[in-house]
């Protein structure tokens, strides 16, 4: 079954740590993104990569980080920097930039 | 700044009836029109795309694409209480060369079919 995983669904954390947000897809897609949501608003870009080994800055990069090892795999990196990082999460793969994305299930993350 | 605009409703319509669900974009050179379906709480679902101006049908979904007028829609026909959604528009600009080209997202228009 191709798709997007994305563990865990829910995450919850104290204020002051790091956390990595797991994102694979098996579909064999160039290009995958980290998006942002806040109740009630729309998606927000937060890093994206359009091939293996390289990455760029989304409209709001600050306090987080990616990595790009692996065709598959683009784990987000929620640090202590990031001043607001309760939010839903949404990780999404595309052929490449051009072409539709695909999204996964999303990770809720609450950080107290 | 290259940008997508939506209605954020809520857009209510009769168990039935047609909805209609409007987007307009800024950039002429677009290449590529995308509708997505977002349940609350859940994360969205590719449910059109159109590439061409014209009617394009799958269902009961049709997606219109104008790029004269940098209008696209999405008409949902008998609508049905389970098509209560917030319904995000994404276009791709298509910037040939540097790093860009990613879609862009409008924030959603929430469509609420009541029985």
């Known amino acids: 079954d191709g798709g997007i995983t994305q563990s865990p669904k829910y995450l919850f954390r104290k204020e002051g740590q790091n956390v990595t947000l797991s994102c694979e897809q098996n579909?064999?897609?160039?290009?995958m993104y980290w998006y942002r949501q806040d109740p009630g608003q729309g998606l927000r870009l937060i890093y994206y990569s359009h091939i293996v080994n390289d990455f760029q800055k989304g409209d709001i990069a600050e306090g987080y980080s990616v990595s790009r090892e692996k065709k598959e795999s683009f784990p987000l990196t929620v640090t202590s920097a990031q001043k607001n990082p309760t939010a839903f999460y949404l990780c999404?793969?595309?052929?490449?930039?051009?072409?539709?994305?695909?999204f996964g299930p999303g990770t809720r993350l609450t950080v107290t | 700044q290259k940008e997508v605009e939506q209605n954020s409703g809520p857009l209510s319509v009769p168990e039935g009836a047609i909805a209609s669900l409007n987007c307009t974009y800024s950039?002429?050179?677009?290449?590529?029109f995308f509708w997505y379906r977002q349940y609350s709480g859940k994360s969205p679902e590719l449910i059109m795309s159109?590439?061409?101006?014209g009617d394009k049908e799958d269902g009961r979904f049709t997606a219109q694409l104008n790029k004269a007028s940098q209008y696209v829609s999405l008409l949902i026909r008998d609508s049905q209480p389970s098509d209560s959604a917030t319904y995000l528009c994404a276009v791709n600009p298509r910037n040939y060369g540097g790093s860009q080209g990613n879609l862009i997202f409008g924030k959603g228009t929430k469509l609420s079919v009541k029985p």
């Open positions: 950039d002429r050179g677009s290449q590529s």
């Open positions: 579909l064999n897609h160039d290009a």
């Open positions: 159109i590439y061409s101006n």
């Open positions: 999404a793969s595309s052929r490449d930039r051009y072409y539709e994305q695909y």
